[in-house]
């Protein structure tokens, strides 16, 4: 049995455990990291937090800041890095999960304070020669030892290697993927992170100095414009180290009073806990020279800084046990998405080829960032955890046929081991088919108006945003991976918003067969069930399946993802669900039909809209009767009309309760809420309270309305007029629908079912033809 600690260990360690102890380890940041963020704020209440911490270490030896985590997994062979120098890396490297933030702010401070206690051993050396007294000389001689080695204890944010290039022999202690590269000469290294940069250029720094024989504080200048984050702190921290810590831990805004040498002198826990004794030499030292004071706090807090302030370091045998962890620990961060701890293993394919191919690599890189970029612009947390759980969902059953992401950890391992299960050559065209699924539901399904610009031709439009917006409005979200196959079969043979398109075909397909089906019950009712077969299994056949619909070694082609054969499959699984209703009628038609005419399907409104439009489309009154129409007028399958119904009161019920009419059936639930009892109303001036006489009344008015005798006009114009006028002429559609209800001299049940029949009947026949 694999025991807990043979898959992580943790462990309190010091800063300078962590960071100063050896010269050897380096911290890798993978891409899916986010940027380094501390502000200001941050920084000024971890300042706080030590000066209250190192006041209690006066009394108490128990005094100690927990900082938080740092959690690491070991890549010493250097699977993760990217892009890499062979045999140029620390020989001991740490990719880092979490802890980044404060990893980064405490190298910063180390800086800082090498900076610090460099000037002050200048001025030091300076004070001893001058020193006559020999006692307070020896005193400042150990002041000296302990700074020089506080000095090497700071520099340790470089990485020193036998190398013979001055500068390059040293690496950065933390660098980040993509960006940075560990090198030991001026061709091979790059640093171009800020934390990389500045530890680069510091060393630079001190070596330029050396040379010189005299050291000067940094020039932050000499840093990038993108590393203007990382050089605003280290200023902040400069700021708080010599107005602040220098002067006797006067903190600006704390209320904490100035500490003087005399609050330190002879205090057992500086010596004990900080091996730094106070003794009275020392303070003599004090005495004469006023430089004395600011040396032994900076040296106090460096001390405290290195042994005191702690993190609980853990390290993990593998990412994904490390992410489990990462979510266990970070109770105030953001978790890290999927696709972020995605982006490693695309990466690291796409180093493997740029030897070989520089472009391809290139043209690998832009697509990744394509997808990544949609998710930086995201600043709401959840809105990013959900539309990463989204793409995962659509993307990855489309492309392995099963998928299941309850947990964030199970998104991550959806996504890693359908990477890793491919091939390296077909690891493009899963990075490719991706990339045009984040497009798709960014871009059409996710916006604001869902829409199919782009995908399909101008003249279809009109109906494709409306089969799309059906499909987004009840969030039939399991039908996004059929979408998306057919949308990559139209990219590969270049057939996207042609008369060719495969998409257009399949995407009214999947709305009549969503229509119809949900017609039966008025809900979803397994429909997700038949997809799910689809997927997983694929057709059957004379009992037996074929090939499951998955983009996994596919080549796209009409054979494997048939627009006809997909037809035939909701025709089959359609017809399959009408037998299950059990009805007494012959023919599928009469059964569906004698189904749904039995359903309360006005108790479902949302559900119903598609439904009625289709009831409504080509069809029209002759006197009593009614017969199929291509008349533009009998058109309602539109955007606009969609919209007009999806305002809140649009569908109503002729009958809607109240008063006793002439036939008592009516008032009966199973019969007013019927389809044929509705009532599509464009207007918020009718009510359905009022006696039939009334609303008839009110509709007829509407009917006498003169711009409906403008309809022929107004709808023959209609693709050249503005969206106002657009919505002008489909209400007055609408409002011409009203003759088949005032038709009728009085609203009873057996009107209410003549017109349930009717609409049905009629949205069968217009939607069924969408399935042939």
């Known amino acids: 049995m694999q025991k807990s600690l043979d898959i992580f260990k943790a462990e309190p360690k010091s800063v300078y455990d962590v960071l100063c102890d050896t010269s050897k380890m380096g ?27 190192f006041r209690n270490l006066l009394e108490s030896p128990d005094a100690i800041i927990f900082l938080g985590s740092i959690l690491t997994v070991e890549d010493n062979e250097a699977k993760t890095i990217f892009p890499l120098n062979k045999k140029q890396q620390p020989s001991d490297i740490r990719l880092v999960i979490d802890g980044q933030q404060r990893l980064t702010t405490l190298t910063l401070i180390l800086v800082a304070l090498n900076e610090r206690l460099r000037l002050h051993l200048s001025n030091l050396k300076k004070l001893i020669d001058k020193e006559e007294c020999e006692e307070i000389k020896d005193s400042l001689e150990v002041l000296k030892e302990i700074i020089s080695e506080l000095i090497t204890d700071t520099s340790n944010t470089v990485i020193q290697t036998a190398a013979d290039h001055p500068l390059y022999k040293s690496f950065p202690k933390i660098i980040r993927s993509q960006v940075d590269c560990w090198g030991k000469d001026e061709k091979k290294a790059v640093y171009n992170s800020p934390i990389a940069e500045l530890l680069i250029t510091y060393q630079k720094h001190v070596l330029e100095c050396e040379a010189n024989g005299k050291f000067i504080g940094l020039d932050r200048s000499r840093l990038s414009v993108g590393s203007k984050r990382v050089s605003e702190n280290l200023k902040t921290i400069l700021k708080l180290l010599v107005e602040g810590i220098e002067r006797g831990f006067q ?61 609980t370091y853990v390290e993990v045998n593998n990412e994904s046990y490390a992410f489990d962890m990462f979510e266990a620990l970070n109770t105030t961060g953001e978790p890290l998405t999927a696709i972020e701890t995605f982006v490693p293993k695309v990466i690291e394919h796409i180093g493997k080829k740029r030897d070989k191919s520089p472009e391809e690599a290139d043209e690998a890189i832009a697509v990744l960032k394509s997808i990544t970029e949609r998710f930086e612009k995201l600043i709401v947390t959840k809105e990013k955890n959900d539309k990463t759980k989204a793409l995962i969902l659509a993307f990855v059953r489309a492309y392995e046929g099963k998928v299941k992401v309850t947990h964030l950890r199970d998104q991550r391992k959806a996504m890693l081991e359908s990477y890793e299960k491919t091939t390296n050559t077909s690891r493009d065209d899963y990075l490719n088919y991706l990339a045009t699924s984040a497009e798709f539901l960014f871009d059409h399904w996710q916006a604001n108006d869902a829409h199919t610009e782009s995908l399909v031709r101008t003249t279809d439009l009109s109906l494709a945003n409306l089969c799309l917006r059906y499909l987004v409005d009840i969030k039939h979200d399991i039908v996004q991976p059929l979408l998306i196959q057919f949308i990559l079969q139209d990219k ?4 996207v918003a042609t008369e060719a398109s495969s998409f257009f075909e399949v995407l009214k397909a999947i709305t009549a067969f969503s229509v119809l089906w949900r017609a039966m019950s008025g809900g979803a009712d397994g429909i997700d069930g038949v ?23 596919s080549t796209l082609s009409s054979s494997e993802f048939n627009v006809d054969s997909i037809k035939a499959f909701f025709r ?85 309760g109240g008063e006793q009419w002439t036939d008592p059936t009516i008032a009966d639930p199973e019969v007013f809420n019927k389809l044929g009892n509705v009532l599509v109303d464009p207007r918020d001036s009718i009510s359905t309270n009022d006696k039939w006489v009334d609303i008839k009344q009110s509709l007829l008015a509407a009917l006498a309305n003169d711009s409906i005798e403008q309809l022929d006009k107004l709808v023959n114009d209609f693709s050249e007029l503005s969206e106002e006028s657009k919505l002008h002429t489909s209400i007055l559609l609408l409002e011409s629908k009203f003759e088949e209800i005032t038709y009728s001299e009085e609203w009873d049940k057996r009107a209410i079912d003549e017109r349930t029949h009717l609409l049905l009947a009629n949205a069968w026949e217009n939607l069924y033809s969408w399935l042939n």
């Not at 891409?31 to 000024?44: F, G, K, L, T």
């Not at 330190?264 to 004395?292: G, R």
């Not at 057709?539 to 499951?548: D, I, M, P, R, W």
Request: glycine share 4%; with cysteine; aromatic share 12%.
């Open 27 to 53: 911290f890798y940041m993978p891409a899916y990291q986010r940027p380094y963020s501390w502000e200001e704020a941050h920084i000024n209440d971890l300042f706080t937090d030590c000066d209250n911490v």
């Open 251 to 311: 903190l600006k805004g704390s209320d904490q009073e100035k500490l003087t040498i005399d609050d330190l002198l002879n205090v057992k826990t500086l010596e004990h806990c900080l091996d730094f004794p106070i003794d009275e030499e020392l303070k003599a030292a004090v005495t004469s020279n006023v430089k004395v004071p600011p040396m032994i706090f900076i040296t106090a807090f460096s001390k405290f800084l290195l042994h005191r302030v702690c993190l």
């Open 492 to 495: 590969k043979y270049e057939e």
């Open 531 to 553: 997809y799910k077969k689809l997927h997983e299994k694929g057709f059957e056949v004379c009992g037996e399946f074929n090939n499951a619909y998955i983009l996994k070694e």
């Open 572 to 656: 089959q699984e359609l017809e399959s669900k009408i037998t299950t209703k059990e009805s007494p009628k012959e023919a599928s038609f009469e059964q569906w039909l004698d189904i749904c005419s039995k359903q309360p399907l006005l108790t479902k409104q949302k559900s119903i809209k598609f439904l009625l439009l289709a009831g409504f489309h080509g069809v029209k009154l002759l006197g009593e009767n009614f017969e199929r129409s291509d008349e533009k007028k009998t058109q309602f399958l539109t955007t606009t009309m969609w919209d007009i119904l999806s305002k809140k009161g649009r569908i109503k019920k002729v009958y809607a």
